[in-house]
């Protein structure tokens, strides 16, 4: 079979900036070692599959230790792929495992994806979450990813993490440090640790959480 990738930086204007992705098209779907193996030896922290079928294209995304259920970024660039270099135009919906159908639709040169809300509940910020990450804070929430809400956006931008702590909070996917800003309504970083990336430059999926979080009250 033949396998073409591209790898391709989302969420920049620069080379090199953003966070990159690879993206790798395929004639047929393969099985899910082979996968893993080619995110493994990608090491970014997300390696999209896209295969082209009658019904739509099926998308799956791999970290270098997993699969996960959902990745902005990489659907971002596995759009810009199917636009720019495959001829694509309009609108693309990808099939996915776990996320349903996403809707990506390029306009002029800037393309809209449309991903589904996944508003966290509140949790107990336990002491065990505070000694793991080093955080102090004022509040806990839960959706697929542990937001720790802090009270100044200096806070996140200055946080040090202990990895080691990180990977103890096997029961979260990702920890996402997140504070209000005056300038740009909020800041957050994103850590991942046990599913093969330490820190995410950029996590569209986590924004499925922090957009309904923030906008309740911002």
């Given at each position: 079979m033949e396998i073409r990738q591209w790898v391709v930086n989302a969420f920049t204007q620069e080379c090199f900036g953003g966070n990159p992705a690879a993206v790798c098209l395929l004639d047929r779907e393969i099985d899910d070692a082979a996968m893993l193996s080619i995110a493994r030896q990608n090491r970014y922290s997300e390696t999209a599959f896209v295969v082209e079928a009658g019904s739509g294209p099926l998308l799956r995304w791999f970290t270098p230790a997993k699969e996960v259920d959902l990745c902005g970024h990489a659907t971002l660039a596995t759009a810009w792929v199917l636009f720019h270099e495959l001829g694509r135009h309009g609108e693309i919906v990808f099939r996915t495992r776990d996320a349903g159908p996403l809707k990506v639709v390029l306009e002029d040169q800037t393309i809209w994806m449309d991903f589904p809300s996944r508003p966290p509940r509140k949790i107990e910020c336990s002491d065990r979450i505070r000694q793991l990450t080093g955080l102090r804070p004022v509040e806990a929430w839960l959706a697929r990813d542990l937001l720790l809400v802090l009270e100044h956006p200096d806070q996140v931008r200055d946080y040090v993490p202990d990895f080691a702590g990180l990977r103890e909070l096997t029961e979260f996917f990702a920890v996402?440090?997140?504070?209000?800003?005056?300038?740009?309504?909020?800041?957050?970083?994103?850590?991942?640790p046990n599913a093969g990336i330490d820190e995410d430059p950029v996590t569209g999926s986590s924004h499925c959480t922090l957009i309904p979080f923030w906008a309740d009250r911002l």
């Amino acid at each position: 079979m033949e396998i073409r990738q591209w790898v391709v930086n989302a969420f920049t204007q620069e080379c090199f900036g953003g966070n990159p992705a690879a993206v790798c098209l395929l004639d047929r779907e393969i099985d899910d070692a082979a996968m893993l193996s080619i995110a493994r030896q990608n090491r970014y922290s997300e390696t999209a599959f896209v295969v082209e079928a009658g019904s739509g294209p099926l998308l799956r995304w791999f970290t270098p230790a997993k699969e996960v259920d959902l990745c902005g970024h990489a659907t971002l660039a596995t759009a810009w792929v199917l636009f720019h270099e495959l001829g694509r135009h309009g609108e693309i919906v990808f099939r996915t495992r776990d996320a349903g159908p996403l809707k990506v639709v390029l306009e002029d040169q800037t393309i809209w994806m449309d991903f589904p809300s996944r508003p966290p509940r509140k949790i107990e910020c336990s002491d065990r979450i505070r000694q793991l990450t080093g955080l102090r804070p004022v509040e806990a929430w839960l959706a697929r990813d542990l937001l720790l809400v802090l009270e100044h956006p200096d806070q996140v931008r200055d946080y040090v993490p202990d990895f080691a702590g990180l990977r103890e909070l096997t029961e979260f996917f990702a920890v996402v440090p997140t504070a209000p800003d005056g300038d740009s309504g909020f800041v957050s970083r994103y850590f991942a640790p046990n599913a093969g990336i330490d820190e995410d430059p950029v996590t569209g999926s986590s924004h499925c959480t922090l957009i309904p979080f923030w906008a309740d009250r911002l």
